[in-house]
């Protein structure tokens, strides 16, 4: 079965840090890979995806994240966080029909001023 | 703005008593999906609307039911919830076709208490 790991739970970080949030996911074939983040009380909202072409995305708000075939990795990058970037993080790989995703269990980033 | 609405935002039930969570769309997408997230966990998909057709995951349990009146609209029913069944309810919706794969925009959720 296809499932997705994200490392880190809790990173708490202070403003101007850098960020990198580790995905890793398990599936052989084609996979669509994509970035969700859930700001507090607001709807999960898209990050980034990367379909096909320049395995390096860059994405909204500063973000980018690389994917890496041979470790099956798609990790989210941001060089210097702001206060506003406090959110939960969700990594999520689509490679079946529907564009059906799967998800990870996300991870709660908490940026201090 | 195009949007993806999900009501209520809040719903408590009681312990077997049904209840249904709705999801409407502005969007004119076809695919329409229902996710459970329960608290620090990924959301998981129960099941999604193709056009008119329902797609049931396997683990789906059977006290879980979904309806699809017409493109914009779509129904999670609950038969009889169970303490385990209080989680955010996500709705998302997704233009789907063939071979292309197309991001997920989401509505707000539904967080469910069961008493």
């Known amino acids: 079965a296809q499932s997705v790991s994200q490392h880190n739970h809790h990173v708490i970080l202070s403003e101007a840090a850098s960020l990198e949030l580790g995905c890793n996911y398990s599936?052989?074939?084609?996979?669509?890979l994509f970035w969700y983040v859930q700001y507090p009380g607001q709807h999960l909202q898209l990050l980034l995806k990367y379909f096909s072409g320049d395995p390096l995305v860059k994405g909204i708000k500063g973000f980018e994240a690389e994917f890496i075939k041979s470790k099956f990795s798609f990790n989210l990058r941001k060089p210097s966080v702001q206060w506003s970037d406090t959110a939960e993080y969700f990594c999520?790989?689509?490679?079946?029909?529907?564009?059906?995703?799967?998800f990870g269990a996300g991870t709660r980033l908490a940026v201090h001023p | 703005d195009a949007m993806v609405i999900q009501n209520p935002r809040y719903q408590v039930t009681q312990f077997g008593k049904p209840v249904t969570l709705s999801c409407s769309q502005t969007l004119n997408h076809n695919v329409m999906y229902w996710y459970q997230q329960k608290s620090s966990q990924a959301p998981k998909l129960l099941f999604h609307?193709?056009?008119?057709?329902?797609?049931n995951e396997a683990d789906t349990p059977d006290n879980f039911q979904s309806r699809r009146p017409n493109t914009s609209f779509c129904f999670l029913d609950i038969r009889s919830p169970g303490l385990g069944d209080a989680a955010m309810y996500l709705c998302?919706?997704?233009?789907?076709?063939?071979?292309?794969?197309?991001?997920?925009?989401f509505g707000p959720g539904t967080r469910l208490t069961v008493l």
């Open positions: 609307y193709y056009d008119k057709d329902f797609n």
């Open positions: 999520a790989v689509n490679s079946g029909g529907y564009n059906k995703l799967i």
């Open positions: 599936y052989g074939g084609t996979v669509n």
């Open positions: 998302a919706t997704t233009r789907g076709g063939g071979l292309v794969a197309y991001e997920q925009f």
